[in-house]
């Protein structure tokens, strides 16, 4: 499954954060996400302090505990999604 995690940072943290992030490894990344996700990519809006997060996992409780990793500085919203051609899929099930 993709899972969509969108973020905002708690403005009294935002360099605390920004900093902690900068200076994490490839492998601190890889530590992070655990063995279990797939990281598809991440974008950041700097000047708000908030992002969103594209990752595959068939272990819901493991995005949870990715999630926990991050939300003593941050509000986290977590949502599965589907790419086109999974809804076109869905739909063409649905509906033929």
Known sequence: ????????VFPELRHDVL???SMMSD???Q??????????????DVSRFE??????CDNAQ???NWALNWNNAMELETSVVLDDDEVRALGKARFS
């Open 19 to 21: 900093k902690g992030f």
């Open 31 to 44: 530590n992070d996400l655990g063995d279990e996700i797939k990281l598809i990519g991440r974008w950041h």
């Open 62 to 64: 493991a995005i949870a």
């Open 27 to 29: 492998d601190d990344v």
């Open 51 to 56: 992002g969103v997060a594209i990752c595959e």
């Open 1 to 8: 499954m993709k899972f969509m995690v969108q973020w905002r």
